[in-house]
C-alpha cells in the first residue's frame, strides 16, 4: 500500500531518516491488513503477524483490528480476526481481557443454531452446561474455521475464555430457560434449572434482582399437588415459587397445599418457597381436621404427631389444636384431642398443665351419665377414692375408645392427669362431707373425713378459702371433755374448730378445757384446732393450779408431789423456756406457801437440766429478783445471793451465811439433785466472790491492817477474776484507787527479804518483777504470785518511767563513792551485777529518757557509772565518767587508772551501754588532753607521760588537735607544750624545759614541742651573729612564736652547734 526505502540498513542521520512512520500513519496498516485479506495469499499468516507487531496492543487493537473489523464481510472477518486473536496470546491477561472487552460488539462467532455471535454471547463448547436449550444454541462452532485459519486452536480456546467465552448462564439466561421450560414443560429441565440456579448462583452474571423477581412469578418450578392419602405418590406439577410450602413441609401439608418438589433444600433465599408453616399455621388447622375424621390407627396417628410437631408446644395448641377443636363434635373431637394429648406425653410438667388450663373449656371427655365433661370435671378412674358418691359419677369413661385406637393409654392417661383430671376431691366435696356426717352423728366417719382432708389437702381443688371457713364454722369435730380425775381420750361431742385444743396438747390442758379426739394433730393451717397454749397461756396457768392443788393437804384426797411432777414437766415443756417461766411458773410460784414455792420451783429447774447453758442462764437472769432458796442463816434469798455449799471459798464469812439448804426440799419433791445442782449453778448461784464481795473484802483487810489476808485476797482475784460476776469494771476502778496493795519501801540492803511493810494503791507501784531494777528509790508490789489481769498490775513500769532506772544508778553509784577513798570508785561483784540488772533494761529506753543521751542526763552527768577494769585486777569494776572510758588504749588500763578506763571487754551489757553512750573505741584526744592538763596539780608525772605518749597517737590518727596541749618535762613538771623543747642536742645547756626522756621525739613532735637543734637553725637563718645565754641574737629577731627561748650563749671559740670559729665564718 506504500513506497519504502530501499537500504542495507536505517540511516542514523536524522535529516537522512524517511519523512513517514508506522507510528504517525497508523491508518496505513488498515489499508495493508485489507489488501492482505483480499490477496488471500498463502504467506498472508506472516505479514498480519508483522503488522499486529507494528505497535503497542492496545493501539494496534484501537487503530487498526477494530476499523478492520467493521469494514469485513462476515466470511473474512472470522478468518481474520482468529489469526490476531491467536497473536495476541502472548499478552498478559489483563491486556486480553481488555481487547475481549473492545470486541464485545463485532458477532463474528458461529454458533450451533447458524447465527454469529459476540465473544460475550457465546458459551464455551467444552465447559458450559449442556442441560439447558440456551446453552446448546449458543455454543461456539468454530473449529472448521480455526483449522482452515491454521492458528492454533489451544491458543484461540485460551484468549477466548480470556475475552470473555460464557461458561456458565447469566441471570437473564436463566429466566429465558425458565420461560422455554413452561412452553416446553419440561419437569426435569426444571428440576435441573432449580438446582443449577441454587448452586451455582454466585457466578451468574447480569441482573440479578430483576431476574429473581420474575423467576419468583414464573410458574416454573416442580411441585408436588396436595393428595387424599399420606401414603400415595402425589402429583407433579409447574407452579409459582411464591405459591408453594418447602419440601421438608410436604409432610404437614400434603393434604391441603402443594410444596416444592426438589430433593435439595435451597440455599438462595429468593429461591426458597414462599409459603411457611410459620407463617401460616392455619394450614395445618385444616390439615389436622381432615385427618381426625379418620379412625385413629397407626397411620392416621404418624400424620398427626408430624403436624403436632410442626410448631412450637404453646403455638400449636392455640394455633391449631383449639382451633380444629371448635368445629369438631362426639368422637372426631375426642379422637383428635386424645391423640394430641398422647403426643403431648414428652413435653415438660408446666407446659402440660398449662396446656390443660387451655383446654379446660372444651367439653369432650364422655363420663357416666353420658354428657361430655372437661378435663378437670372428670375423676381418674383408677387414682381417685372411691369413698365419696360424687366420685363415682364423675370417673372419665375412656377405656373403651382408648382400647380401639393405637393410642399409648399410660401417656393418656398421665398427660389427663397433670391436666387437671381429678384424682381428688375438691374443697366443695369436703363441705358437703362434712355436712353429711354431722348429720348422721358418726363420729368415726367425721374423724376419717378430717384426717383424708389434713393429710391430701394439697391435693384438693377448688375454692379453698370459702371451703375452709364453712369447715371451721360448723360444729363437726369430735372433741373430749374436761377432766379432774383422768386424761381423757375418746371423744364425746361435736364442737367447731375454734373451741377446742389439739391432740397434741391434751396433755396439757386435759383438766380444765376439751381438745381434739383425733390420733394426729392436723397439719393443715385452717383445720387446726382455733384455742392453743401459744395464744392461750393463761390455759397452763390453770393446769398448774390444779396440779398443785392435787398435792395441797387441803384436797379432799391429796396426791403426793411427786406424782404431779410428770405433768408439772409436760406444761413446762410447752413453751419456751423463758416464757413459761414468765408466763407460768412465777405468777403460779407467787401465790404458794414458802416450803411449796421452793419445791415447786426446784421441780421446774430439774426440768430445766435438758436445756442449752446459754436457755438456763436466761432462766437465771428471770429469777435473779425472785427471793425463793432458804440459805443457812435462815433467810430466804434469789439465787444470784447465794452461795454453793460445795464449791465455794470458805474464807469469807458472806459465803457462810448464804449458803443454800434445799436438800429436805429436793428429797421430799423427789427430784434429781445432781441436776438441781448443776442448773443453780448455771443459773448463777455463786460459787466464788463477786466483784462487788471483792471490794468489801479489801475495804475489810485495810481496816484489818492484815497484809496476810491481802495478799490472799490479791492473789485470789488474779487466779479467779475470769470467774467472779458482778460490776467488773466499777469494782476493779475501786481496788486501784484504795490502797490496800501489800507493797515493799525502798532499802539499802538488796539482799534483804522482800516482806510488805506498807498498804499503797496499785497505781504506786511497781510490779515485783521490776524490784531487782528498783529496789534502792521504789517501792513494788509484794505478793508471791506475777499479777495477769490486767487491772490488777501495778500502775508504774520502768518502759513508761525509765529515768527510774537512771536514780537506780545514780543511787548505786553514789553507794559506791561512799564506800571508801579509792579513786576511780570500784564496786563489787555483787553490786556490779545490780549495776548489770539496771543497765540491761535501761538501754532499751535510752530514746525515753528526758535526756537526749545517758551521758548528759542531769543525774549522770559528770558521775562515774560506766564499770571498767579495776586497776588493781581485783574482781568487780571500777567506777568512770562515761566521757573518760574507751573500749582499748596503747597502754594498759593499769597503767590509765584513775584518769581514764578501759571498758571490761568481755561483759557483754557493759559493752552495748557503753556503745549507746558512744563510747570511743581508744581515749579522744580531747579527754585526754583535759585529763592530762588536770595532772599538773596532782604531780603524777607517770600517769601525765602515759596520757601525754596516748595524746600523740590520737593526734597522729587524724583526731583533731587539742587547744590546750600540757606535757611532763625531765624536772618532773607538767608544763604547756610551748615551752617545752625535745632534747636533741645535749651539749646546750642551760635553763630551759625539756620533754620527759620516756616521750619519744616523734611523740613530741606530734604534741607540739619544738627541737632544740630546729630553734637553733630558726636563729641561725635570721642572720645572727652570735647567741647569748639568754638566746638573744644581736641584730636577730625574736623567736618565733611557739618556739623556744632562752637558748645558753655558744661556748668561746665556736658557735651553738660546737663548731669552731673559722669554720662558721667560711
Known amino acids: 500500500v506504500a513506497p519504502t526505502l530501499v537500504a542495507a540498513a536505517d540511516p542514523s542521520l536524522h535529516e537522512l531518516k524517511p519523512g513517514r512512520t508506522i507510528e504517525a500513519e497508523p491508518t496505513v496498516l488498515v489499508d495493508q491488513v485489507k489488501q492482505l485479506v483480499e490477496s488471500a495469499a498463502t504467506n498472508a499468516l506472516e505479514h498480519f503477524r508483522a503488522v499486529f507487531g507494528a505497535l503497542a496492543p492496545a493501539r494496534i487493537l484501537a487503530e487498526v483490528v477494530v476499523p478492520v473489523s467493521a469494514s469485513l ?194 440455599t438462595l433465599h429468593e429461591l426458597k418457597p414462599g409459603r411457611n408453616i410459620q407463617k401460616e399455621p392455619g394450614i395445618l388447622v385444616d390439615q389436622v381436621r381432615q385427618l381426625a375424621e379418620k379412625p385413629i390407627k397407626t397411620a392416621t396417628l404418624d400424620h398427626l404427631r408430624v403436624a403436632f410437631g410442626a410448631l412450637t408446644t404453646a403455638r400449636v395448641l392455640k394455633e391449631v389444636v383449639l382451633p380444629a377443636a371448635t368445629s369438631l363434635t362426639g368422637d372426631k373431637l375426642a379422637n383428635l384431642l386424645l391423640s394430641f394429648l398422647e403426643w403431648a406425653g414428652s413435653w415438660k410438667e408446666t407446659e402440660i398443665k398449662e396446656m390443660g388450663a387451655q383446654l379446660s373449656a372444651v367439653a369432650w371427655i364422655p363420663g357416666k351419665d353420658g354428657k361430655p365433661r372437661a378435663i378437670n370435671d372428670c375423676f381418674d378412674p383408677e387414682t381417685s377414692p372411691e369413698a365419696f358418691s360424687i366420685v363415682k359419677e364423675g370417673r372419665a369413661q375412656l377405656s373403651t375408645m382408648l382400647s380401639e385406637s393405637d393410642l399409648r393409654s399410660d401417656v393418656v392417661w398421665r398427660v389427663c392427669r397433670l391436666c387437671g383430671m381429678k384424682t381428688e376431691l375438691t374443697w366443695a366435696d369436703a ?99 382455733g384455742k392453743k397454749i401459744a395464744s392461750e397461756i393463761s390455759v397452763l396457768v ?13 384436797a379432799k384426797t391429796p396426791r403426793p408431789f411427786k406424782d404431779c411432777v410428770e405433768h408439772l414437766r409436760a406444761v413446762f415443756a410447752s413453751l419456751a423456756p423463758s416464757k413459761v417461766l414468765s408466763d407460768v411458773v412465777l405468777p403460779v410460784a407467787k401465790d404458794l406457801e414458802e416450803a411449796e414455792k421452793t419445791r415447786f420451783l426446784l421441780a421446774f429447774l430439774e426440768w430445766a437440766g435438758s436445756l442449752k447453758e446459754t436457755e438456763i442462764k436466761e432462766l437465771g437472769n428471770q429469777l435473779a429478783t425472785f427471793k425463793w432458796i432458804p440459805t443457812e442463816d435462815g433467810t430466804v434469798h434469789e439465787v444470784k445471793a447465794c452461795f454453793d455449799p460445795e464449791e465455794s471459798p470458805e474464807s469469807f464469812g458472806l459465803v457462810r451465811q448464804r449458803r443454800a439448804k434445799i436438800g429436805p426440799s429436793v428429797t421430799e419433791a423427789g427430784l434429781r439433785s445432781d441436776v438441781v445442782w448443776r442448773v443453780l449453778r448455771t443459773c448463777g448461784i455463786k460459787r466464788d466472790i463477786s466483784w462487788e464481795d471483792a471490794v468489801e473484802e479489801a475495804e475489810a483487810v485495810v481496816a484489818d491492817k492484815d497484809f496476810g489476808r491481802a495478799g490472799k485476797l490479791f492473789a485470789h482475784l488474779d487466779k479467779n477474776h475470769a470467774q467472779l460476776t458482778g460490776g467488773r469494771a466499777e469494782a476493779l476502778e475501786k481496788l486501784k484507787t484504795l490502797a490496800w496493795v501489800p507493797a515493799t519501801a525502798p532499802t539499802t540492803d538488796p539482799e534483804a527479804e522482800a516482806t510488805a511493810s506498807e498498804f499503797s494503791a496499785l497505781k504506786e507501784l511497781f510490779p515485783p518483777s521490776a524490784r531487782k531494777l528498783i529496789w534502792a528509790v521504789a517501792p513494788s508490789l509484794c505478793v508471791d504470785v506475777t499479777p495477769t489481769l490486767h487491772e490488777l498490775m501495778p500502775g508504774r513500769d520502768v518502759k513508761a518511767e525509765p529515768d527510774i532506772l537512771v536514780e537506780q544508778v545514780r543511787t548505786l553509784a553514789d553507794r559506791a563513792a561512799e564506800g571508801g577513798a579509792k579513786n576511780p570508785p570500784c564496786v563489787s561483784l555483787e553490786a556490779l551485777e545490780h549495776f548489770r540488772d539496771a543497765f540491761q533494761a535501761l538501754v532499751p529506753l535510752i530514746p525515753k529518757l528526758s535526756s537526749p543521751t545517758l551521758v548528759d542526763h542531769p543525774r549522770l552527768k559528770g558521775i562515774p557509772f560506766m564499770p571498767c577494769l579495776p586497776p588493781d585486777d581485783e574482781s568487780g569494776a571500777a567506777l568512770f565518767p562515761a566521757k573518760r572510758t574507751a573500749f582499748s588504749a596503747q597502754h594498759n588500763h593499769r597503767s590509765l587508772s584513775p584518769a581514764i578506763g578501759i571498758v571490761k571487754p568481755m561483759d557483754h551489757t557493759i559493752k552495748m551501754l557503753a556503745e549507746t553512750c558512744s563510747v570511743p573505741k581508744e581515749p579522744a584526744a580531747r579527754v585526754l588532753a583535759e585529763t592530762l592538763c588536770a595532772q599538773a596539780d596532782t604531780g603524777n608525772v607517770d600517769l601525765a607521760v602515759t596520757l601525754a605518749i596516748e595524746l600523740a597517737g590520737r593526734i597522729r590518727a587524724q583526731e583533731e588537735r587539742p587547744a590546750c596541749i600540757m606535757v611532763p618535762t625531765t624536772t618532773d613538771s607538767i608544763e604547756r607544750v610551748s615551752t617545752v623543747y625535745i632534747d636533741d642536742a645535749p651539749w646546750q645547756q642551760g635553763n630551759i624545759a625539756r620533754l620527759h626522756p620516756r616521750i619519744s621525739a616523734d611523740d ?33 629577731s625574736p623567736p618565733p612564736e611557739g618556739g623556744a627561748a632562752g637558748l645558753p650563749r655558744a661556748e668561746v671559740d665556736g658557735d651553738a652547734f660546737g663548731q669552731e670559729a673559722d669554720l662558721v665564718s667560711q
Not at 443449577?196 to 419468583?216: M, Y
Not at 391430701?456 to 373430749?480: C, D, Y
Not at 390453770?542 to 387441803?554: H, I, P
Request: a negative charge.
Open 431 to 529: 363441705v358437703d362431707e362434712a355436712e353429711a356426717v354431722v348429720r348422721d352423728k358418726d363420729f368415726e366417719r367425721a374423724g376419717h373425713l378430717i384426717s383424708h382432708l389434713d393429710k391430701n389437702h394439697a391435693k384438693l381443688a377448688g375454692e379453698r378459702a370459702p371451703a375452709l371457713e364453712k369447715l371451721q364454722s360448723i360444729a363437726w369435730v369430735p372433741a373430749t371433755a374436761p377432766s379432774l380425775e383422768a386424761e381423757a381420750k375418746e371423744a364425746t361431742q361435736f364442737l367447731p374448730l375454734k373451741s377446742v385444743f389439739p391432740p397434741s396438747e391434751r396433755k396439757l390442758v386435759w383438766a380444765v378445757a376439751p381438745s381434739l379426739a383425733v390420733e394426729t394433730v392436723p397439719t393443715l393451717q385452717e383445720l387446726q384446732p
Open 73 to 266: 464481510p462476515e466470511a473474512k472477518l472470522a478468518n481474520f480476526l482468529l489469526t490476531f486473536l491467536e497473536w495476541s496470546g502472548s499478552w498478559k491477561e489483563a491486556e486480553i481481557k481488555d481487547m475481549g472487552r473492545k470486541l464485545a460488539s463485532v458477532n463474528w462467532i458461529a454458533v450451533e443454531d447458524g447465527g454469529r455471535c459476540a465473544i460475550l454471547e457465546t458459551f464455551d463448547p467444552e465447559e458450559s452446561p449442556g442441560t439447558f436449550s440456551v446453552v446448546k444454541a449458543r455454543r461456539a462452532k468454530i473449529a472448521t474455521v480455526i483449522k482452515d485459519a491454521g492458528v492454533r486452536a489451544e491458543v484461540i480456546w485460551r484468549v477466548l475464555r480470556l475475552c470473555g467465552l460464557k461458561k456458565e448462564i447469566t441471570w437473564e439466561d436463566a429466566v429465558e430457560e425458565a420461560e422455554s421450560i413452561m412452553k416446553d414443560k419440561d419437569l426435569a429441565r426444571a428440576e435441573k434449572l432449580y438446582a443449577h440456579v441454587d448452586k451455582h448462583h454466585a457466578k451468574f452474571t447480569g441482573a440479578r434482582d430483576p431476574s429473581l423477581e420474575k423467576l419468583q412469578k414464573l410458574e416454573w418450578v416442580p411441585a408436588k399437588s396436595q393428595a387424599k392419602d399420606g401414603d400415595s405418590k402425589p402429583v407433579v406439577k409447574l407452579a409459582a415459587i411464591s405459591e408453594l410450602f418447602p419440601a421438608s413441609q410436604q409432610r404437614l401439608v400434603w393434604a391441603v397445599a402443594a410444596s416444592l418438589s426438589v430433593e435439595i433444600e435451597p
Open 1004 to 1036: 613530741g613532735k606530734m604534741l607540739g614541742c619544738t627541737s632544740v637543734r630546729a630553734e637553733l637553725i630558726r636563729q641561725c637563718e635570721e642572720g645572727g651573729e652570735g647567741m647569748t645565754m639568754d638566746g638573744a641574737i644581736a641584730g636577730g
Open 542 to 554: 390453770e393446769q398448774v393450779r390444779a396440779l398443785t392443788a392435787m398435792s395441797d393437804a387441803k
